[in-house]
């Protein structure tokens, strides 16, 4: 009872005093001890004392995203932006919001107002580069990615993120290129590895596919993706052993199998002497993915012959 008076009493005097750094610290305490209907009424509380001050609504914003609460969250970022149309800030947690339901049109409008009034900082372009993409408008996604990447070269996650849209245009070849721009900058961060081979390997260049996938399982050994890779590219240069060794090892690294068994059983489908185990394989992806056209269709095939 005095600890929750106490905090009354210095969140009353932070409102009193227009300290918005304090009235965060204290909701801050609330958040981390679990009372969220405590922080948010606090928020709530503040914002109609202080709207001036932009920190409050996108802490209320962020807030209102984590439980969905969207009805608040669209007349808050209506208030809000209406009274701080300058706050780059307040954009960002709206695009957030509205990227977290799906609203990809607003997303990519919210995040392009953050950048532009932000132009050195590189998290709203790439934001509003993924809304574009869910909402294939890809040749979008690449122009908004262009145009930072003449401000920030240097910024390897802008070179993954146009590699990312170039793949989704069909144009892997030039997706490898991105990647390996991405890794000259940030050589320490090996997924861009595990996207490089999966870009090698789309392009079928197998040979550097195969070898980028080596080089990520070198820095992490229990890796599916890249696993993966190293299955499907030794698969097509034919060598047998290797990709079977893949393929059993893209599944015991997977967290969950399904797709790693799918992937083994298509590849065992084709020796006649494996069938059995290629039909239990692919049944227990097919199970998992009933979406997954190829699995059903050679599950079927096998299935089918043996009737």
């Known amino acids: 009872?005095?600890?929750?008076?106490?905090?009354?009493?210095?969140?009353?005097?932070?409102l009193a005093a227009g300290e918005a750094s304090e009235i965060l610290r204290l909701v801050d305490d609330l958040q981390r001890q679990g009372r969220f209907g405590e922080t948010r009424e606090r928020l709530e509380a503040a914002w109609d004392a202080l709207p001036s001050e932009p920190r409050i609504a996108e802490r209320l914003l962020e807030?209102?995203?984590?439980?969905?609460?969207?009805?608040?969250?669209?007349?808050?970022?209506?208030?809000?932006?209406d009274a701080h149309p300058r706050s780059?800030?307040?954009?960002f947690a709206a695009g957030c919001g509205y990227e977290a339901r799906g609203d990809w049109q607003e997303a990519w409008e919210a995040f392009a107002r953050a950048?532009?009034?932000?132009?050195?900082?590189?998290?709203?372009?790439?934001?509003?580069?993924?809304a574009y993409r869910l909402a294939q408008r890809v040749d979008d996604a690449i122009r908004v990615l262009g145009k930072a990447l003449r401000r920030h070269d240097r910024y390897a996650?802008?070179?993954?993120?146009?590699?990312?849209?170039?793949i989704q245009k069909?144009?892997?070849d030039k997706a490898a290129d991105c990647f390996r721009k991405a890794l000259q900058r940030q050589p320490d961060w090996h997924?861009?590895?595990?996207d490089l081979a999966g870009a090698l390997m789309l392009d079928e260049n197998w040979a550097e596919a195969a070898q980028a996938a080596i080089e990520s399982l070198r820095i992490r050994k229990r890796n599916e993706r890249a696993w993966t890779v190293y299955a499907i590219a030794n698969n097509r240069?034919?060598?047998?052993?290797?990709?079977?060794?893949?393929?059993?090892?893209?599944?015991?690294?997977?967290?969950?199998?399904?797709?790693?068994?799918?992937n083994y059983g298509l590849y065992l489908a084709r020796r006649p002497e494996r069938l059995l185990e290629a039909v239990r394989l692919l049944r227990e992806a097919y199970e998992a993915h009933p979406d997954w056209d190829e699995v059903e269709a050679r599950l079927h095939e096998i299935t089918s012959a043996d009737e």
Do not use: C, I
Request: charged fraction near 30%; avoid cysteine.
């Open 191 to 194: 997924p861009y590895l595990n």
């Open 63 to 81: 807030l209102y995203q984590r439980y969905h609460n969207w009805r608040r969250f669209d007349v808050l970022a209506q208030q809000a932006l």
């Open 170 to 172: 069909g144009r892997a």
């Open 237 to 262: 240069l034919g060598d047998d052993k290797r990709a079977e060794q893949g393929y059993r090892n893209a599944v015991r690294a997977a967290r969950e199998p399904t797709r790693a068994k799918g």
């Open 157 to 166: 996650p802008l070179h993954a993120a146009l590699g990312y849209a170039w």
């Open 115 to 130: 950048a532009a009034l932000a132009p050195e900082e590189v998290e709203p372009v790439l934001r509003q580069a993924r």
């Open 88 to 91: 780059g800030e307040l954009h």
């Open 1 to 14: 009872m005095g600890e929750s008076a106490d905090l009354d009493r210095h969140f009353q005097e932070a």
